[in-house]
C-alpha cells in the first residue's frame, strides 16, 4: 500500500441512518451482530416480491435545527430529513463547522432520491373523481378532474434541491458541488470528484451525501417488474472529507483515507441488471493499483451483492485482491437505491476502525452495466 500523501481525501466525520440503527454505531454494531432491518410488509401480496422491504420509520429528521432553518423543513421530502439527519452527524463528528475553512471552499455533493414521490398521492383526487379504476380514462376528462382538484404547491418537496439548499444553507457549503438522481450507479462519481476537488485546491472540505428512500410500493412494483433482486431499504449516509495535511494540521480525527478509484461500465447481459464481472474487475484493478495494494494486504472486499456470480473467483486474477474475502451489507440494511455506496461505505469504515484492518476494497454497481470501486485504508 502506499504511503499517504498530504492531498489525499482523507475521512474526518461520519453519519449514517439505517434501518438496523439510528447512528453508525448503532448500525454497525447490529450489523456485526447479524440483524437484519429487512421485514415483511403488509401492503404487498405474500410471494409477489415486492413484500420485503428494510423500512425506516417516522420521525426521519431527529437532529435539532437553528431556528431560522425551521421554516424550511416543511420542504423536505423523507429521504430530504436523512440526509439533513446523516449530514449533522458527520459535520459534528469531523468538527468542521469550528475548522477555519472558508464558505466557498467547503462544497457538498449530494446523491438524493425518495420514491414516495413516486406514486402521486395528490392525483389522488382526481383519479377516484374519474370512478371506475378499471375503466379506460378519456384524457380530456382526466384533465379537467386534475385542473379542478390538484394544487400546484404538491411540486414544492419533491424538488431535488430543496435537502441541497437546505445543508447548503446551514453549514456554509458554497463551494464547488454538484448533486445527482436516479436509483443506482452515479452516487460513485461524488467522491471521485470530492476528491478531485480537494486534490487540485478548489475546495478545503467536501461533504459527500447520500439519502434513499427506495421502499414505497410503486418503488418496489418497479423493482420487482425490473428483477433488481435485494429488496429495498431505506438510508443516509454522509462523510466529511479533507485533505490529509490539513486535517492533520487542525487536528481533526483521521478515520480513513481513500487511496485508490476505478470505474468501468459494461453492457450487461439482455434481460438482466446483475453487474457485468468484467466492468467490476475492470474498476477493482484500476482502484486497487492506484492504492498500490500488494498481496495479502486487503482485508476485504465489499460486494455489490445485486445478483452477480463468481466475483471471488474473478477477482483472484487480480493478485492484489486474491484471498480477500467477500462481504456484503444489502442482505442486512436492503438495497438503499443512490444511498447504497455512501451508506456503505460509512459500515466499511466502522468495521476498519472496530477491527483495526487493513484496507478494504468498496464495489459498487448501477443498474445499467455501472461499475465503482474505491480503496478505504486506515489514516
Known sequence: MRDLRSTDAVITGAGCVTAVGRDLAASHAAIAAGATGIQTLDDAAA????????????????????????????????????????????????????????????????????????SCPEFHNAGRAMGDVDAAWDQLAMNNQAKRRVKPFFMLESLKNNAFSFLASWYGLRGANTSVAGFSGPTWTCFDMAAR???????????????????????????????????????????????????????????????????????????????????LVTAASQALAMAEIQPGELAAVIAPALGERGLGE??????????????????????????????????????????????????????????????????
Not at 88 to 108: I, Q
Not at 249 to 260: I, V
Not at 334 to 352: K, Q
Open 197 to 279: 476537488s480537494l486534490a487540485r485546491g478548489s475546495l478545503d472540505a467536501a461533504l459527500v451525501v447520500g439519502a434513499a428512500r427506495p421502499t414505497s410500493g410503486v418503488a418496489r412494483a418497479e423493482m420487482d417488474a425490473q428483477a433488481v433482486l435485494p429488496p429495498a431499504g431505506d438510508g443516509a449516509g454522509a462523510l466529511v472529507l479533507e485533505r490529509h495535511g490539513d486535517a492533520s494540521a487542525r487536528g481533526a480525527p483521521r478515520h480513513a483515507a481513500l487511496l485508490g478509484f476505478g470505474a468501468a461500465t459494461v453492457e450487461p447481459a439482455e434481460g438482466t441488471w446483475t453487474p457485468p464481472l468484467e466492468a
Open 314 to 379: 474473478a477477482l483472484a486474477d487480480l493478485p492484489a485482491a486474491a484471498g480477500a474475502p467477500l462481504r456484503a451489507f444489502k442482505a442486512q440494511v436492503g438495497h438503499c437505491g443512490l444511498a447504497a455506496e455512501v451508506v456503505e461505505a460509512c459500515l466499511a469504515l466502522a468495521s476498519l476502525e472496530a477491527e483495526d484492518a487493513g484496507p478494504v476494497l468498496l464495489l459498487s454497481a448501477g443498474l445499467l452495466g455501472q461499475a465503482g470501486a474505491i480503496v478505504l485504508a486506515r489514516a
Open 47 to 118: 410471494g409477489s416480491g415486492m413484500e420485503r422491504a428494510a423500512v425506516i420509520e417516522a420521525p426521519f429528521l431527529r437532529t435539532a435545527v437553528p431556528d431560522e432553518m425551521e421554516p424550511q423543513i416543511k420542504f423536505l421530502n423523507g429521504a430530504g430529513e436523512l440526509a439533513v439527519e446523516a449530514c449533522t452527524a458527520a459535520v459534528n463528528a469531523a468538527g468542521l463547522m469550528d475548522a477555519s475553512y472558508e464558505d466557498w471552499k467547503r462544497g457538498l455533493y449530494l446523491s438524493q432520491m425518495d420514491s414516495y414521490d413516486w
